[in-house]
């Protein structure tokens, strides 16, 4: 099954924090950069973070650089996203993807598989 699952999602009070964890197949880990976006209702889905296959290079949207920790394990197919300092702002459905992105991952339309969704709720 190639469609990444999500998991972590819940609902937090704002200053909180959240882990979120999507795991994959190999071969969906293996098409390179692997993706967190976000979207919340009404609103368009945005970029929120990215990492790539070897790790060593991590992208954060400027509204979540500082609080978000972005990290994967290419041995266990897993990437995880660690939400500290959380903001009401910060509620929407968090999204998995993985794509070869063309050096473009802050481009949504880089990703060919996506996962279903976990909601994060982060109330005032």
């Known amino acids: 099954q190639d469609q990444p699952v999500e998991s972590g999602g819940g609902l937090v009070q704002a200053g909180g924090s959240l882990r979120l964890s999507c795991a994959a197949s190999g071969r969906t880990f293996s098409r390179g950069t692997m993706g967190w976006f976000r979207q919340a209702p009404g609103k368009e889905r945005e970029f929120v973070s990215a990492i790539s296959w070897s790790g060593v290079s991590t992208y954060y949207a400027d509204s979540v650089k500082g609080r978000f920790t972005i990290s994967r394990d290419n041995a266990k197919n897993t990437m995880s996203l660690q939400m500290n300092g959380l903001r009401p702002e910060d509620t929407a459905a968090y999204y998995c993807?993985?794509?070869?992105?063309?050096?473009?991952?802050?481009?949504?339309?880089?990703?060919?598989?996506w996962g279903q969704g976990t909601q994060v709720t982060v109330s005032s």
């Open positions: 993807a993985a794509g070869e992105t063309y050096g473009r991952p802050m481009d949504l339309r880089g990703y060919s598989v």
